[in-house]
């Protein structure tokens, strides 16, 4: 490692409520929620049918009728999102080193959208054993490998450096962002294009977790139907998205007047090595990686203003992630704000991790720690500081933000003003 700085510079995302960082951050910083009862397909058949959808027209967004035809919904919503990106960073591609700029793309479930849809059209409705390939669009390959959404961004900026697709389950949107960063500091690039995108609202994902009642059966109040922390919760709400930011290094950055969002000072990951779908309750693997990442920030748990949590909206991800950040923050954890956008914008999977950094950014311009939606009776059990229904005027200067996903994965990274003193 060459002990380069890493800022984030540009921000674009798209996420439910909220197409473009200022209105995601306005849909937040209000503490509206965007989950609603499923529209892009009948839901009827399922035993959960809410969701968190993007009202989303691709060719709105500047997206050629060839591109539409191309892309999955998923590496759709990552390309807009990367030009966003792009323009609020202000860098000039065309001065860039194609060599020395890369792409990383996280994901969980890949073209999920476009490999469902395709599947009805080939078996006509499922009709057909053996399915007609004939009735496929031609770009269906694309669809079946996820490197096309990093080889998408790549194209959409000219990156001819590394790229790389990351798929880590829900910590994919961190972990993508850790490797860019990982590749910066080691000298390997100078800027890198770096989030996640997932599009996971279709009947077989849906049939996925109602198999494992994963989701919420609250179908009658969609709206407040997310309530991580909460002791009514009964799953969490799928969702949609994607967030995709300009990583530079950050002398570089500061050079050419760039404005900085902040530096990722400090990341980790780690595994439990224990169940698929199961969480150890002391939360041992993510107090590790939060650990880990503070000692690679070199920052004191008492640093940390605030905690972007995972926050799902199960009860042992809640109670296991409460674990988490007492063992790995002491009594600091009691006097931490934390809490969830996953009350107001779903779960995402793999895109939510991009997003949550997006959240903890934008919190970190506007010293404002967005709230927990929907949080009117506290489960006795999550006893922090989780910032019910209202966001709260915070000087932060420090952002935690973490991840969990099925697998056993465990993610944790530190976000921070540049200009802190360093031990």
Known sequence: MTGRRVAITGIGVLAPGGIGAKNFWNLLSEGRTSTRGITFFDPSSFRSRVAAEIDFDPEEHGLSPQEIRRMDRAAQLAVVATREAVADSGIVLAELDPYRTGVTIGSAVGATTGLDQEYRVVSDGGRL????????????????????????????VGAEGPSTVVSTGCTSGLDSVGHAV???????????IAGSSDAPISPITVACFDAIKATTSRNDDPEHASRPFDGTRNGFVLGEGSAVFVLEELESAKRRGAHIYAEIAGYASRCNAFHMTGLRPDGAEMAEAIGVALDEARMSPDSIDYI?????????????ETAAFKRSLGDHAYRTPVSSIKSMVGHSLGAIGSIEIAASALAMENHVVPPTANLHTPDPECDLDYVPITAREWHTDTVLTVGS????FQSAMVLARPDRSIA
């Open 405 to 408: 996903g099925f697998g056993g």
């Open 129 to 156: 054993d053996l399915v007609d390939h004939r009735y496929a669009v031609p770009h269906l390959y694309n669809h079946f490998v996820p490197s096309s959404f990093a080889a998408e961004v790549a194209w959409a």
């Open 182 to 192: 990982d590749i910066i500091r080691e000298g390997t690039a100078d800027v890198m």
């Open 308 to 320: 972007n949590a995972h926050g799902s909206g199960t009860k042992q991800n809640d109670r296991h």
